[in-house]
């Protein structure tokens, strides 16, 4: 559960390009690796694929730990997820980019709006944010997870994927297992009213949870973000208005 690793720092802002504000703003000169001893053609490529992905140079510049916090700040453009003073939950949040984001939209400064991020894998400490190593599918860590949230949560994130066999059918099932039970999570820890965003792959088994998500929130709406490579399955899906019956009250 965890996304393409970075350097930490403290993120900045983009500015206006391609008709995002969430978007590089320079090109960088193409790279060529050649493939060197102990390395494999595969590991030259994906290196390869790094040196010249415009995302990756941007997140270095910024002060982001990972080139997927554009897609969250993208998909926050378009749908309006974050805002000040939310309690948000950040599942698989290695290495934290996504977390860097909900803390800057969040303002949890201001003593009110609270970040969690979880993981089986530890990552270094995100400022405003409580981050913790964790599994989401067993009671005590959910329940740490509570009370460092102080109260229902607003939102919920998840930018996970299972470990992968190779094998596209079997993969894909695991990931879509993986981003069901991130659902069940959400309607357990979610306020009335609140949103949950989920990574997806597209491959034909998508009808069980997109049953889930529709049966309780309001709206389901699927993005591919810019930042999304173009040759990559991945999909995101926003749900917002969650009819939930959480009675856990706020506590500020």
């Not at 983009?14 to 060529?32: E, I």
């Not at 993981?119 to 913790?132: R, S």
């Not at 067993?138 to 066999?165: F, H, I, Y």
Request: aromatic residues 6%.
């Amino acid at each position: 559960m965890r996304k393409a690793g970075g350097k930490s720092g403290k993120p900045g802002s983009g500015k206006k390009a391609g008709g995002s504000a969430y978007a590089p703003t320079a090109r960088n000169l193409a790279v060529r690796v050649k493939t060197a001893h102990k390395r494999s053609a595969s590991s030259t490529r994906w290196l390869e694929r790094q040196l010249n992905d415009p995302y990756v140079a941007e997140a270095k510049r910024q002060g982001w730990r990972s080139r997927a916090a554009f897609k969250l700040l993208q998909l926050d453009e378009k749908f309006h997820i974050l805002k000040p003073h939310q309690r948000v939950v950040d599942l698989g949040a290695a290495p934290g980019g996504w977390t860097q984001v909900a803390v800057q939209r969040v303002k949890p400064e201001q003593k009110r709006g609270r970040v969690v991020g979880l993981d089986l894998l530890e990552m270094e400490p995100v400022d405003g944010a409580d981050v913790f190593v964790g599994d989401f599918t067993k009671d005590e860590d959910v329940e740490r997870l509570r009370v460092l949230l102080g109260g229902p949560a607003d939102v919920v994130l998840s930018d996970m994927a299972a470990n992968t066999t190779g094998h596209t059918q079997t993969d894909h099932l695991r990931i879509m297992g993986l981003a069901e039970m991130a659902v069940e999570f959400a309607c357990e820890v979610l306020a009335p009213g609140g949103a949950f965003v989920c990574k997806l792959f597209q491959g034909g088994a998508e009808k069980t949870l997109l049953d889930m998500l529709k049966t309780n929130f309001a709206v389901v709406k699927h993005a591919k973000p810019a930042a999304s490579r173009s040759d990559s399955a991945e999909m995101y899906v926003v749900a917002m208005g969650f009819r939930g019956s959480n009675t856990n009250q706020k506590k500020d």
